[in-house]
């Protein structure tokens, strides 16, 4: 059986991964995060991340609370949006502004600015980061302003949902 070469600018999330492997990674970083810097990762906390973590896709807030309610807790919506500003504030998940939804962040190690691959058909997501997205913005030269967040969706789609258009 040949194995087929990885295209070293596509995200992991678009091409066959060790899910398993990859969901481990993200709670042993944000459990590692959480104790280094003195945080308390409430069961909310941890549930939320976990069910941004179980599949690729971005989820709006009601989905996340349906999944919540799904997993026996009781949460209202302010509660919801405080756990999500949480975890944005902290780089473990990003919103997905073009979705109105939110995702885990693939490289929470480090503070950057993503760009998001959004595929129309399949509604995956998959974050970038600025060396493989081959995006060489130059750095804006704004006097009396300082750049905190910049974001970059790029819709189109996915070589998996391409292929099956074609067949």
């Known amino acids: 059986m040949k194995k087929k070469k990885k295209n070293e600018n596509s995200s992991k999330i678009f091409e066959y ?3 398993g492997a990859c969901f481990g990674d993200a709670i042993t970083q944000i459990e590692d ?3 280094q810097k003195k945080l308390q990762l409430t ?3 941890r549930k939320v991340f976990e069910i941004l973590i179980e599949d690729h896709k971005p989820l709006g807030a009601y989905d996340i ?3 919540l309610g799904e997993a026996g807790f009781s949460s209202s919506p302010p509660i919801a949006y405080r756990v999500l500003d949480f975890l944005i ?3 473990f998940v990003h919103k997905v502004q073009g979705l109105n939804a939110f995702i885990a962040c693939s490289n929470p190690k ?3 600015f993503p760009t998001f691959v959004i595929c129309r058909k399949c509604e995956k997501v998959a974050e970038v980061s600025e060396e493989k997205s081959g995006l060489n913005l130059p750095s804006p030269r704004i006097t009396n302003f300082k750049i905190e967040k910049t974001t970059i969706e790029l819709t189109g789609i996915c070589s998996t949902c391409e292929n099956a258009e074609i067949r």
Do not use: A, M, Q, W
């Open 17 to 19: 991964h060790d899910h």
């Open 33 to 35: 995060y959480f104790i």
């Open 43 to 45: 069961p909310l906390r």
């Open 65 to 67: 609370l349906d999944k």
């Open 89 to 91: 504030e902290h780089g």
């Open 110 to 112: 480090h503070s950057h």
